[in-house]
């Protein structure tokens, strides 16, 4: 119990000082004078955030995005990772090697911002935040490996009441994959959420920017006007 209270106040109390700091009068928290309970208590702040139209902007395309890309991941991986689970697949493990080779190798930053902004012609539209990272070659082999644990006698006996391969993968694999999908579901979520270098390279109107580039681009303009 003294360990798991620990933990949880390490946890906990930089989340307090954010919350005391967002509702601090900013000198004080440029002194340093916040630690756990705001000092000189004010607004400003969230004034400021819901006056500056980019934040919000930005949270509504963030949010947008991970939607969608959440739900692109979760299909392409499933899509994916059914047929490289089936025995009478005979290239399977051949495929799931090129997959694999992905995750060592990749083409690089230039040759992708070629494909997207050049060949594919994507830049500035919401493909080009999602179709990169459309499926991971680590969830798909987590996805396959859950579907080979299902027994085979499941499938067997699908087959004898005249299922065909798609019936067996919405009716049966996916239901009992809750579980994996709810995983591979919450990264996906989190690496869309925190995502903002592909915004950076593709992304040319303001009202198309994620809000963490915004957030970043806010942090990076104080620190030039503080240099001046």
Request: aromatic share 14%; with cysteine.
């Amino acid at each position: 119990y003294i360990l798991l209270a620990a933990i949880m106040l390490v946890v906990f109390l930089p989340l307090v000082y954010i919350v005391s700091a967002s509702f601090s009068d900013p000198q004080a928290v440029i002194s340093n004078e916040v630690w756990f309970l705001p000092v000189r208590p004010t607004l400003r702040g969230y004034q400021a955030v819901f006056k500056n139209r980019n934040i919000l902007t930005g949270f509504a395309n963030s949010f947008y995005y991970m939607i969608v890309g959440t739900l692109v991941n979760i299909v392409m991986t499933v899509m994916c990772a059914y047929p490289l689970s089936r025995k009478e697949f005979t290239a399977r493990n051949k495929v799931a090697m090129i997959f694999v080779f992905t995750m060592y190798f990749s083409g690089g930053l230039i040759p992708s911002y070629l494909l997207i902004n050049n060949w594919l012609h994507l830049s500035n539209t919401i493909f080009a935040l999602i179709l990169p990272g459309a499926m991971s070659a680590y969830t798909v082999i987590i996805m396959r490996n859950f579907f080979e644990s299902i027994p085979d006698s499941l499938e067997e006996s699908a087959k004898l009441d005249g299922a065909n391969d798609v019936t067996i993968l919405f009716r049966i694999m996916v239901p009992l994959s809750k579980a994996s999908i709810a995983t591979i579901a919450l990264w996906s979520i989190v690496y869309h959420w925190n995502e903002w270098f592909n915004c950076m390279l593709y992304m040319k109107d303001e009202d198309k920017y994620v809000l963490q580039y915004v957030l970043r681009k806010i942090l990076l303009d104080g620190q030039t006007q503080d240099i001046n």
